[in-house]
């Protein structure tokens, strides 16, 4: 039994921390901004990635352009009430989005949404830091590893455990840059 061979766990919740706090505004326009917005279309709710290309011309601006026309409108819907302070111009055959200047109540706000999604991909990391340290108990109780294995292995683990709240960390920092610039 080995710690590294669980690391694929500790990555997946990196990368939804990354999905999560990418989707967070930034005076800089990203289509990370509008991929994952639920859009109300053919009866049901789809991701908006999945219904037209999102494209960044400007850096304060997003064009939205659905492979479906007919569904246009629906997206226009779907843009303006998210409510992330975005004006909204139906093109015709796209949608032309502008980011409004953000205020320094609009900064805070979003810094306190972001440390609220950074402890979240924390909590996920001790949830799954928990499995992994059951497992290992479970392993000395079964007699199939001895007690300083046990020790070894749950040193081994903490040790992975702050590495990858140090990237949480990091990439925290890295956002809340992003937003107060």
């Not at 909204?88 to 055959?93: I, L, Q």
């Not at 290992?136 to 040790?159: F, M």
């Amino acid at each position: 039994m080995k710690i590294d061979q669980y690391r694929g766990e500790f990555d997946k919740v990196i990368e939804h921390v990354k999905v999560d706090i990418g989707a967070l505004r930034t005076n800089r326009a990203t289509p990370s901004m509008l991929e994952n917005l639920m859009v109300e279309v053919y009866g049901s709710k789809m991701p908006l990635n999945q219904l037209g290309s999102i494209q960044s011309p400007e850096p304060r601006m997003l064009t939205v352009e659905p492979w479906d026309k007919s569904v246009l409108k629906n997206v226009e819907k779907a843009v303006q009430t998210a409510s992330m302070g975005f004006n909204v111009a139906n093109e015709g055959t796209f949608l032309r989005i502008t980011l409004s200047p953000m205020t320094e109540e609009t900064r805070r706000e979003l810094v306190k949404v972001l440390n609220d999604k950074l402890e979240s991909g924390r909590r996920s990391l001790r949830g799954v830091r928990d499995e992994i340290k059951e497992k290992v108990v479970t392993a000395e109780k079964n007699k199939e590893i001895t007690e300083d294995e046990r020790y070894k292995l749950v040193e081994d683990l903490d040790k992975t455990v702050r590495e990858y709240n140090d990237k949480v960390e990091e990439l925290g920092q890295k956002k809340e840059e992003e937003i107060k610039l």
